[in-house]
């Protein structure tokens, strides 16, 4: 009986050492296939004019890239290809790729006039791709792009890689493949989707269980996360401040009307700017402020998360707005309240009763927008810390990359706490501070053991600055 047992136990024994073997195994796999991820993203050309994914989206940068980044590059960087290259002329607006950090994307077909828009981050995809209902029927089988339709073939995440290329790498105009770029390998798909969908957070934020130190803070969260008029009302798109609705808990698109705000800052720049018509192809005759301007599209486009907001400015599909708080103040104006997304019950009229006739006083967008950016910090201080808990095993080289993005993250902590002028924190600031002094130090380091202990040090100094930011209930 006794012997049984101990062969049982042996057995038992035996299969777990075999079952963890293989478990690490696979989580060895999704790691190697991540890293080789990264590499493509970061290194391949696909035979093409010299961009690589990360021509756009700029790993120190939150994987978006915005003006004030742009200014800093060399006019030799493959961004400006279409400066540089005859052949290559028309594939972007430079005057608006330099002052707006706008790219040219043929939304409407490769016959049509390329739309305007800003370069997302890539953050968090997993919370925010997975379609609505209305969906049904379409090509989107995941939400993906300002409008939601910008995959080709099945409108997946792996299949977006194709439509980049073909958009972004062409050599020329002609886009044939084979001939101006190449097609990526299904390994190469496999391994940028592992790579992207590894980025940012993987799970949604539940507000209604976060209390925050700051009144204001906290005032923010409550006027924003509501769905009750004489509040933001912004819970009804934005849940948890991810891009899913309140009611169908997934991603879905709306027309806010942001192509209807008057002076259109890009045609101030670029009087032939196109309006942009969102979602699908439809041609539409009666778009923008004028009503009278010709755009393709059903007006919508795709929910954004907004944890992810504060630090990739300038805002909206078109980056039409500075700070967060004017994408806050944006609700108030008649372009929204004329707009689907507000129910207007008179949509001429912008007096009329509408459902979502938002509007917030200047001290209301103050509390939200410092709301967001509080967010933002935590996700930030989350991200460093990540990033800074995984170099023991990273050769030299590859630790000081890794100490370099993670600093970016802390910076942009740093930046988004103070950018709002009022800062409602300032001890956790102050942390900050230190925690990226420290940093520096660890990154100029020449022993791993060194930069190990250093490091530890500065991710505690993160962990305290982001309690600070917290309250354990309502104060
Ligand atoms: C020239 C700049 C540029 C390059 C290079 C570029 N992108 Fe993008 N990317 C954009 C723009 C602009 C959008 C928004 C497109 C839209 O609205 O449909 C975007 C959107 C995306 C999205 C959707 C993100 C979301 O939140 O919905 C993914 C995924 C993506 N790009 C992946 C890639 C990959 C992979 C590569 C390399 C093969 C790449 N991009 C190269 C500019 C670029
Ligand atoms: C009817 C749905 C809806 C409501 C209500 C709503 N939003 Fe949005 N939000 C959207 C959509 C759709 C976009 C993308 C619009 C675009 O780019 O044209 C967006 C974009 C944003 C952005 C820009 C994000 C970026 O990265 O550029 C911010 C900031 C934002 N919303 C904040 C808010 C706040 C704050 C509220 C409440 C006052 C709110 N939203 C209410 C649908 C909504």
Redesign the pocket.
């Known amino acids: 009986m006794n012997k049984l047992k101990f062969i049982a136990q042996i057995v038992f024994f035996a299969l777990f050492l075999v079952n963890n073997f293989f478990i690490s195994l696979a989580v060895a796999e999704s790691t190697d296939l991540v890293a080789k991820g990264r590499d493509i ?1 970061v290194n ?1 050309t ?1 035979a093409g004019n010299g ?7 700029r790993l120190d940068n939150n994987h978006t ?1 915005d003006p004030k980044y742009i200014a800093t590059l060399p006019d030799s960087d493959p ?1 400006f290809v279409a400066e540089n290259n005859p052949a290559l002329a028309e594939l ?1 607006k430079p005057q608006l790729l330099r002052q707006f950090g ?2 040219l ?1 043929n ?1 409407d077909g490769f016959d049509k006039p390329g739309v305007l ?6 953050f968090a ?1 997993k919370t ?2 997975t379609p609505e209902a209305e969906f049904e029927g379409t090509q989107v089988k995941h ?9 080709p073939d099945d409108g997946s ?1 792996r299949q ?2 194709v439509g ?2 073909t ?3 062409p050599k020329t105009l002609n886009r044939k493949s084979g001939v101006d770029f190449r097609l ?1 390998t299904n390994e190469e798909l496999d391994a ?1 989707e592992a790579y ?1 969908l590894s980025l940012g957070r993987s799970e949604e934020l539940d507000l209604d269980s976060m209390f925050f130190s700051s009144p204001i803070v906290q005032k923010g969260r409550e006027l924003f996360h509501s769905k009750e008029k004489g509040t933001g009302q912004c819970k009804g798109c934005h849940l948890n401040a991810g891009a899913n609705s309140s009611s169908s808990l997934q991603n879905g698109n709306r027309d806010t009307g942001v192509e209807n705000m008057p002076n259109n800052l890009l045609k101030l720049v670029w009087k032939p700017t196109p309006i942009d018509g969102g979602f699908g192809q439809e041609e539409k005759t009666e778009c923008g402020f004028s009503k009278k301007e010709t755009c393709y599209g059903n007006r919508e486009f ?1 929910m ?1 998360t907004l944890v992810e907001a504060a630090d990739t400015a300038p805002f909206f ?1 078109n980056n039409s707005v500075n700070t967060i708080e004017e994408a806050v103040a944006f609700y108030n104006s008649n372009a929204f309240h004329q707009s689907a997304g507000a129910n207007p019950a008179d949509p001429k009229d912008p007096k009329s009763v509408c459902e979502r006739c938002i509007h917030l006083e200047p001290t209301q967008v103050t509390a939200i927008a410092l709301f967001l950016r509080t967010l933002n910090a935590m996700e930030n201080i989350r991200s460093s810390n990540q990033l800074e808990q995984a170099l023991e095993d990273l050769s030299k080289i590859d630790r000081q990359e890794q100490i370099r993005l993670a600093m970016a993250e802390t910076l942009d902590a740093i930046e988004v706490l103070e950018g709002g002028s009022i800062i409602p924190n300032p001890k956790s600031v102050k942390l900050l501070h230190e925690a990226l002094k420290i940093e520096k130090k660890a990154l100029n380091s020449r022993y791993k053991m060194d930069a190990l202990t250093i490091i530890s040090e500065a991710i505690n100094l993160k962990k305290l600055a982001n309690d600070l930011l917290l309250a354990p209930t309502k104060n």
């Open positions: 993203f391949e696909f961009r690589t994914c990360s021509t756009c989206h890239i961004l972007e706008l790219i994307a939304l828009r800003g370069v997302p981050h890539l995809l925010s791709m939400a993906l792009g300002w409008s939601a339709d910008g995959s995440l977006f890689t980049a290329i958009q972004h790498f990526p940028l992207m795709n954004t599909h």
